[in-house]
């Protein structure tokens, strides 16, 4: 059973850092591209951020570059999003993603989540 799990949410006041988890049961993660979006209330769904498989590129949506870094340990089979000098406007429920057959440039289109981890609160105070 392919599963995704989020950790590491939480309040943090602006300018600090978070950083999320997304460890992956069933399946070896390594070999599939990994997303992080995010929703904030009343707003839809955006990608923030995607490693492709085998690691090759990363991907980040504009307003998350040079603050957000994406990474991997396949030892853990765990995807991380490392967020710093986090902002208001970040706050939002974060989701990790996986897709077996689109690819991370699917992420920005909606066009890429064939499973979904059940999101982690990251609240960031002003």
């Known amino acids: 059973q392919v599963q995704l799990i989020e950790s590491g949410g939480g309040l943090v006041q602006s300018g600090g850092s978070l950083r999320l988890s997304c460890r992956a049961r069933g399946f070896d993660s390594g070999n599939f591209p990994i997303a992080w979006f995010r929703q904030a209330p009343g707003k839809e769904r955006e990608g923030v951020s995607c490693?492709?498989?085998?690691?090759?590129?990363?991907y980040y949506t504009d307003s998350v570059k040079g603050r957000f870094t994406i990474s991997r340990d396949r030892t853990q089979n765990t995807v991380y999003l490392q967020m710093n000098s986090l902002k208001p406007e970040d706050t939002a429920v974060y989701y990790c993603?996986?897709?077996?057959?689109?690819?991370?440039?699917?992420?920005?289109?909606?066009?890429?989540?064939?499973?979904w981890g059940q999101g982690t609160q990251v609240t960031v105070s002003s």
């Open positions: 490693i492709s498989r085998r690691d090759h590129d990363t």
């Open positions: 993603a996986t897709d077996f057959e689109a690819r991370c440039s699917s992420f920005y289109t909606g066009g890429f989540g064939d499973y």
